[in-house]
């Protein structure tokens, strides 16, 4: 749970917590009057919003954006992306016709799918996870790597190949703020 909407007994919305970093949420709390300490949560790092006062909507996306990136960090990289439904490479297994059947899923298999060398990660989840300790390939400056573009499944045509990269990489895109906080 990233945000929490309080409700009043006409169920009208008077608080939303949410996470903040701690400096930030004091900061907030100063400047708005309609920000206070977290409500029925931890005063330090949860605050109450009052989703009709004087807080602009676009800075409430922000505070939104913040709470889901802190919570979703909170998580370990592999629950980080069983959560949010992909893998490192930005594949999404549900979409595969071997999923269920020949494998398990990148992320429940710790990269030993059926197309990896036998006993072996897939070439793309050892280097995003394993060697570089990511959560997933989005924040790599090298995407799409050579390994990316030797890792092709024989099944799909050139034309094919290249719209499945593309695919990924904006599968990744919207992952990339759960890796701020990495190195």
Request: proline share 5%; charged share 30%.
């Amino acid at each position: 749970m990233f945000a929490a909407v309080c409700l009043n007994r006409e169920n009208q919305p008077y608080y939303i917590n949410l996470k903040l970093d701690p400096v930030r949420g004091d900061y907030m709390r100063r400047i708005y009057e309609d920000i206070i300490p977290g409500y029925y949560s931890d005063k330090i790092h949860w605050n109450s919003i009052r989703p009709d006062g004087a807080v602009p909507d676009d800075l409430m996306k922000d505070m939104l954006d913040e709470s889901y990136r802190l919570v979703l960090e909170s998580f370990s990289k592999k629950k980080q992306r069983e959560i949010l439904g992909i893998t490192c490479c930005g594949a999404v297994c549900s979409e595969c016709s071997c999923y269920r059947t020949l494998c398990r899923g990148c992320n429940e298999l710790s990269g030993k799918v059926f197309h990896a060398p036998d006993g072996k990660a897939c070439p793309i989840y050892r280097c995003a996870v394993n060697r570089k300790h990511l959560t997933s390939c989005a924040r790599c400056e090298e995407l799409p790597c050579t390994i990316w573009k030797e890792t092709k499944d024989p099944q799909l045509t050139d034309e094919e190949f290249q719209a499945d990269i593309q695919k990924r990489i904006h599968n990744l895109k919207w992952d990339e703020c759960t890796e701020e906080g990495e190195n």
